[in-house]
């Protein structure tokens, strides 16, 4: 995808964030009910903006993923792409964008599980969350 340009995220992106989460995340049928039951799950966490980027394609936001500093690693917090661009390489793209900023990566997975070992992420172990287990996984970074 030629025209597609990973950039920080800005606070004027955070409505068009807050709306690719939303839709993103209604994709899944199966986490329909949980969602029902918690819908403050479908808020994106603006304080999550520093750590931010965003795809763009032709100006508009077709993705985002963030990545917080925790110890000696990156916490893949999350990474979302609009349902109409999914499949077409923008949540690959950000995790390469991820990737060269030379720290380890690791992210707390669910049906998203082999897309991540299509990314080099391999499991750890499992984590607890309000919907359940997740399998914990990592990617392992060299330093540029």
Do not use: C
Request: no cysteine; hydrophobic share 50%; charged share 25%.
């Amino acid at each position: 995808m030629t025209n597609l340009i990973i950039r920080n995220a800005a606070v004027e992106d955070v409505d068009l964030i807050r709306d690719v989460y939303r839709r993103s995340s209604l994709t899944n049928e199966a986490d329909h009910d949980l969602i029902a039951a918690n819908p403050e799950w479908l808020v994106w966490d603006e304080a999550l903006l520093p750590f931010a980027d965003v795809a763009v394609v032709d100006g508009r936001i077709v993705g985002f993923a963030t990545a917080r500093p925790v110890d000696d690693f990156l916490e893949l917090e999350d990474l979302f792409t609009d349902p109409d661009w999914m499949r077409q390489g923008v949540a690959s793209a950000l995790i390469a964008v991820i990737a060269q900023r030379g720290m380890r990566i690791e992210v707390s997975a669910n049906l998203a599980k082999a897309f991540y070992e299509s990314a080099g992420f391999v499991v750890i172990g499992f984590a607890d969350s309000p919907g359940g287990p997740l399998v914990r996984m990592q990617r392992e970074v060299s330093q540029p």
